[in-house]
Nanobody
């Protein structure tokens, strides 16, 4: 069983930045290096959408169109942690952000491909 804990959410003004972190832990000897990781977001009344995903090859990344050029996903396998740097935030980025991981080298950035999920962190972009 894996545990995923997101942090870094909060309230920010439009144009501001936040960096989300997701620490993944498991049994002794666990390494995130063999897992694909994704960031998803959800607003009330809408389905959870894939924002960005990264495969075990850190050059294999996906970004949803609306965040391209503004968000950057990265991973530090030595720390079992994945990050989402969010710049130039917009009000429409307001959502609960979840990280998810799956034991696979690469995956489509869609909800059903990921088994392990964090509890989410709220991001609110408002003036």
């Amino acid at each position: 069983q894996l545990q995923l804990v997101e942090s870094g959410g909060g309230l920010v003004q439009p144009g501001g930045s936040l960096r989300l972190s997701c620490l993944v832990s498991g049994r002794n000897g666990f390494s995130l290096a063999l897992y694909t990781i994704g960031w998803f977001r959800q607003v009330p009344g809408k389905e959870r959408e894939g924002v960005s995903c990264i495969g075990i090859d850190a050059d294999s990344t996906y970004y949803e169109d609306s965040v391209k050029g503004r968000f950057t996903i990265s991973r530090d396998d030595s720390k079992n942690t994945v990050y989402l740097q969010m710049n130039n935030l917009k009000p429409e980025d307001t959502a609960v952000y979840y990280c998810a991981t799956e034991f696979i080298s690469n995956a489509q950035c869609v909800e059903w491909m990921f088994e392990h999920w964090g509890q989410g962190t709220q991001v609110t972009v408002s003036s």
